[in-house]
């Protein structure tokens, strides 16, 4: 193995390793990854309801550096035009974190124009519950062969 390539990769892991360890009053930021499954649920519409609009709720387990489940809230619209649509949704995350226990709110705004979707989630300020108190970051989704993995780029406060 070449001597620059291992010296890189143990730099990396050292890096890795020292992202993810405070000292009591600093800050920790990481990025946490790992894989969920989600249970999709179409709801009933609602007297008055847009017909434009149609209502979901889903429930996440997540597994990897975020170990918990969620429940999420969503209103999507789709269009004329084939693969194109919009959504936005509220979640609320129960898990473990950095072996922090608490809750956290995401909130997810997306679009899908021709089949590429283009999503934001954000942690929601000050949602954060117990030991997640002041965490905020963004949460990122991919989807390979049917499968969901995510990626949290996530800061907490210091002890």
């Given at each position: 193995?070449?001597?620059?390539?291992?010296?890189?990769?143990?730099?990396?892991?050292?890096?890795?390793?020292?992202?993810?360890?405070?000292?009591?009053?600093?800050?920790?930021?990481?990025?946490?990854?790992?894989?969920?499954?989600?249970?999709?649920?179409?709801?009933?519409?609602a007297?008055?309801?847009?017909?434009?609009?149609?209502?979901?709720?889903?429930?996440?387990?997540?597994?990897?550096?975020?170990?918990?489940?969620s429940?999420?809230?969503?209103?999507?619209?789709?269009?004329?035009?084939?693969d194109?649509?919009g959504?936005?949704?509220?979640?609320?995350?129960?898990?473990?974190l950095?072996?922090?226990?608490?809750?956290?709110?995401?909130?997810?705004?997306?679009?899908?124009?021709?089949?590429?979707?283009?999503?934001?989630?954000?942690?929601?300020?000050?949602?954060?519950?117990?030991?997640?108190?002041?965490?905020?970051?963004?949460?990122?989704?991919?989807?390979?062969?049917?499968?969901?993995?995510?990626?949290?780029?996530?800061?907490?406060?210091g002890?």
């Amino acid at each position: 193995m070449n001597c620059r390539f291992s010296v890189t990769i143990a730099a990396v892991l050292l890096a890795s390793a020292l992202a993810v360890q405070t000292k009591k009053g600093t800050s920790l930021s990481a990025i946490a990854k790992g894989s969920f499954e989600a249970k999709v649920m179409p709801q009933p519409s609602a007297a008055g309801d847009d017909p434009a609009f149609t209502r979901f709720t889903v429930e996440k387990q997540f597994h990897g550096d975020i170990e918990g489940v969620s429940k999420v809230q969503m209103l999507a619209a789709g269009t004329a035009v084939k693969d194109s649509g919009g959504y936005v949704a509220l979640e609320k995350v129960t898990a473990v974190l950095a072996g922090r226990k608490g809750t956290f709110v995401l909130q997810h705004m997306g679009s899908m124009q021709g089949g590429a979707f283009n999503v934001s989630i954000a942690v929601v300020p000050d949602s954060g519950t117990e030991e997640l108190a002041g965490i905020a970051g963004k949460f990122v989704i991919e989807i390979k062969d049917g499968k969901h993995f995510y990626s949290f780029d996530y800061t907490l406060p210091g002890d």
